[in-house]
């Protein structure tokens, strides 16, 4: 892989040691595009790259919990239309 390549892929943005700053809004929290690396110990770039990066676990798992609350919210959205039409059929067959 090329240097610029895994310069790309290795921003201190995606990595675990990395802890952002947002400043308050009116509506929602904006990035300052600065941030915390917690090996270096020091304010970094967002953009900014070192050897110590590692992968986001946190990052993994909070997106999967995401993923599977929606998925189970459908789930049971899908659930309660089954059941409004099985109802609705066996009523069907009661007034024949």
């Known amino acids: 892989m090329s240097e610029e390549n895994e310069g790309k892929s290795k921003k201190c943005l995606h990595c ?13 929290f904006e990035s300052i595009k600065k941030g915390r690396c917690q090996m270096l110990d020091k304010i970094v770039d967002y953009n900014f790259s070192c050897e110590n990066w590692k992968s ?4 993994f798992y909070f997106r999967k919990k995401v993923a599977t ?11 309660a239309i089954r059941q409004i039409l ?4 066996d009523e069907g067959k009661m007034l024949k």
Do not use: F
């Open 16 to 28: 675990g040691n990395y802890e952002g700053y947002y400043t308050k809004g009116l509506c929602r």
């Open 69 to 79: 609350r929606a998925l189970y919210e459908i789930l049971m959205d899908i659930s």
């Open 86 to 89: 099985q109802e609705s059929e």
């Open 56 to 59: 986001s676990y946190r990052r």
